[in-house]
């Protein structure tokens, strides 16, 4: 048996190290899915018209759907209308302005699960944006990657900065017609990352989100963008972790992948969820639309997958040549 192989079986035969759960007050919408929640969504995040419009025709194209049964995979039926879609730990009214103004108890969350996000600490060479339930928290080396033109921030703050380059991409390679949690997704995300690589340019670090469900009865639906401009590079790990509760939760998040000519990403995930209990009790339902484009001549993806948790997986991953 390879050292590779082994790593892999001792990570998945230990004990779930990441089950605690964080005593934070949060903010959070009331239980249900219709459209007033997608507006109140569209409203916390002070979003331009375009998004609430795309949110809207994502969310009448939902009602139109089926839970896929392909994948011929057994588990109780989901009730939509049992889960928050919203729920963001209180802050002031502007939010922190820098890292130093995050609650310290996000910071020592992030501090247990390995992810040291304050300055003196930080990961040395790789730049993480950390997701809590419905919102970014945190993303470190931001300036660093500006100075380079990278664009490296959490899917919100996107929307309201570069609105010209979601509005082109968001949708491109997963529109929100594609399937049943894919449109689920375009109605309802709130966060994610969203990375941009001007072209020609080399991003000189890893860049890196982790993804946290804290709150009960939660969903978590983050949306991850990234583009690689002409002749530019980008290495991108994602990971996740959940607290150890006897209820499901559901995780359904969707990525983009855009490579233009001669780029080159490669991506990867670390999937870590609470898989539940030796009796089947809780666990987080994994249902996730992932795809890559390589758009341009000659361009590249690379793409690691490491599944590990979750109660149920259904993943959708695929790349366009």
Same mark, same amino acid.
């Given at each position: 048996?390879?050292?590779?192989?082994?790593?892999?079986?001792g990570?998945?035969k230990s004990?779930?190290? *990441?089950?605690?759960?964080?005593?934070?007050?949060?903010?959070?919408a009331?239980?249900g899915?219709n459209?007033?929640i997608? +507006?109140?969504?569209s409203?916390?995040k002070?979003?331009p018209?375009?998004?609430?419009e795309w949110?809207?025709?994502?969310?009448?194209?939902?009602? !139109?759907? @089926?839970?896929?049964?392909?994948?011929?995979v057994?588990?109780?039926?989901?009730?939509? @209308?049992?889960?928050?879609? *919203?729920? #963001?730990?209180k802050?002031?009214?502007? =939010?922190?302005?820098?890292?130093?103004?995050?609650?310290?108890?996000?910071?020592e969350?992030?501090?247990?699960? =390995?992810?040291?996000?304050?300055e003196?600490?930080?990961l040395?060479?790789?730049?993480?944006d #950390?997701?809590?339930?419905s919102v970014?928290?945190?993303?470190t080396?931001?300036e660093?990657?500006?100075?380079?033109?990278?664009?490296f921030?959490?899917?919100? &703050?996107a929307? @309201?900065e570069?609105?010209?380059?979601?509005? +082109?991409?968001?949708?491109?390679?997963?529109? /929100?017609?594609? %399937?049943f /949690?894919?449109?689920?997704?375009? #109605?309802?995300?709130?966060? $994610?990352?969203?990375?941009y690589?001007?072209? =020609?340019?080399r991003?000189p670090m890893?860049?890196?989100?982790?993804?946290?469900?804290?709150? #009960?009865k939660?969903?978590q639906?983050?949306r991850?963008?990234?583009?690689?401009?002409?002749?530019?590079?980008?290495?991108?790990?994602?990971?996740?972790t959940?607290?150890m509760?006897?209820?499901?939760?559901?995780h359904?998040?969707?990525?983009?992948?855009?490579?233009?000519?001669?780029?080159?990403?490669?991506?990867s995930?670390?999937q870590?969820?609470?898989? $539940?209990?030796? &009796? $089947?009790?809780?666990g987080? /339902? %994994?249902?996730? !639309?992932?795809?890559?484009?390589?758009k341009? +001549?000659?361009?590249?993806?690379s793409?690691?997958?490491?599944e590990? =948790?979750?109660a149920? !997986?259904w993943?959708?991953?695929?790349c366009?040549?």
């Amino acid at each position: 048996m390879s050292s590779a192989t082994e790593t892999i079986e001792g990570f998945v035969k230990s004990d779930y190290k *990441y089950g605690f759960i964080t005593d934070i007050e949060a903010e959070s919408a009331p239980p249900g899915l219709n459209e007033d929640i997608i +507006r109140f969504i569209s409203h916390k995040k002070n979003e331009p018209a375009f998004m609430l419009e795309w949110r809207l025709k994502a969310y009448r194209h939902w009602l !139109t759907m @089926q839970p896929p049964t392909w994948p011929k995979v057994s588990y109780p039926p989901v009730d939509f @209308q049992d889960i928050i879609y *919203y729920s #963001a730990p209180k802050k002031a009214s502007d =939010g922190p302005k820098s890292l130093d103004e995050v609650d310290p108890k996000l910071l020592e969350t992030y501090e247990k699960l =390995g992810i040291p996000l304050h300055e003196r600490a930080k990961l040395a060479g790789v730049a993480v944006d #950390a997701v809590f339930d419905s919102v970014s928290v945190g993303t470190t080396y931001k300036e660093t990657l500006a100075e380079k033109g990278i664009i490296f921030c959490s899917m919100s &703050e996107a929307v @309201q900065e570069h609105p010209e380059l979601v509005q +082109r991409y968001l949708g491109s390679v997963v529109p /929100y017609t594609d %399937n049943f /949690y894919a449109a689920l997704n375009s #109605a309802v995300f709130s966060d $994610g990352s969203f990375v941009y690589i001007p072209k =020609g340019v080399r991003c000189p670090m890893e860049l890196s989100t982790y993804f946290r469900i804290n709150a #009960a009865k939660s969903g978590q639906f983050e949306r991850t963008l990234i583009v690689a401009e002409d002749s530019s590079y980008v290495s991108y790990l994602e990971g996740c972790t959940a607290p150890m509760r006897d209820e499901n939760q559901l995780h359904a998040a969707v990525v983009e992948l855009v490579a233009l000519d001669q780029a080159e990403i490669k991506y990867s995930t670390v999937q870590n969820w609470y898989p $539940g209990d030796e &009796e $089947g009790k809780g666990g987080i /339902y %994994n249902f996730v !639309t992932k795809r890559g484009i390589c758009k341009g +001549r000659a361009s590249k993806i690379s793409w690691t997958q490491v599944e590990t =948790g979750s109660a149920v !997986t259904w993943k959708y991953p695929s790349c366009i040549l």
